[in-house]
């Protein structure tokens, strides 16, 4: 239970290009960043929290929970790299390109969308096998276009 006058509401955002702001204010401090996205989860009720071992708070995302930084192709595939610092094997089947180009995959277990940085996008493209097809891990790759890549 919430105390009287308290909230989990608050004004911390983040944009479609990663950039946290408190309202209007950038954030700018890049351990409070870091520690942003790795707190990023969401609430029995849909919605986006930053959740820590003590406390959650509701904010904003706009556009994609998760970014891929870095991809490491490798004979079984590829390793993701992602902003909130954790290493996961990319699930090939989750790839998807939004109409607006960008690549997106499932991360976090199948629980959040992320979106791959331009790096990460040039990375992946060392795979690619054609206009929308990559070769990971032996196997061939058809990168589906969707309208609702998130």
């Given at each position: 239970?919430?105390p009287?006058?308290?909230?989990?509401?608050t004004?911390i955002?983040?944009?479609?290009?990663?950039r946290?702001f408190?309202?209007?204010?950038?954030?700018g401090?890049?351990?409070?960043?870091k520690?942003?996205d790795?707190?990023?989860?969401?609430?029995?009720d849909?919605r986006?929290v930053?959740k820590?071992?003590?406390?959650?708070?509701y904010v904003?995302?706009?556009g994609p929970?998760?970014?891929?930084?870095?991809v490491v192709l490798?004979d079984?595939?590829?390793?993701?790299v992602?902003?909130?610092?954790?290493?996961?094997?990319l699930?090939p089947?989750?790839l998807?390109?939004g109409?607006?180009?960008q690549i997106?995959?499932?991360?976090?277990?199948?629980?959040?969308?992320a979106a791959?940085?331009?790096a990460a996008?040039?990375?992946l493209?060392?795979?690619a096998?054609?206009?929308?097809?990559?070769m990971?891990?032996?196997?061939?790759?058809k990168v589906?276009?969707?309208e609702?890549?998130?």
């Amino acid at each position: 239970m919430i105390p009287a006058g308290l909230s989990r509401e608050t004004k911390i955002r983040r944009d479609a290009r990663g950039r946290w702001f408190d309202g209007d204010e950038p954030i700018g401090h890049p351990g409070i960043e870091k520690a942003f996205d790795r707190w990023i989860d969401r609430a029995d009720d849909g919605r986006y929290v930053l959740k820590n071992s003590v406390n959650w708070a509701y904010v904003a995302i706009e556009g994609p929970p998760l970014f891929v930084r870095q991809v490491v192709l490798d004979d079984d595939g590829a390793q993701l790299v992602l902003s909130d610092q954790a290493v996961e094997r990319l699930d090939p089947s989750t790839l998807r390109q939004g109409t607006d180009g960008q690549i997106y995959c499932t991360a976090r277990k199948g629980t959040m969308a992320a979106a791959f940085d331009r790096a990460a996008a040039m990375q992946l493209g060392a795979a690619a096998e054609g206009d929308d097809e990559l070769m990971l891990g032996g196997q061939r790759v058809k990168v589906p276009l969707v309208e609702q890549p998130l």
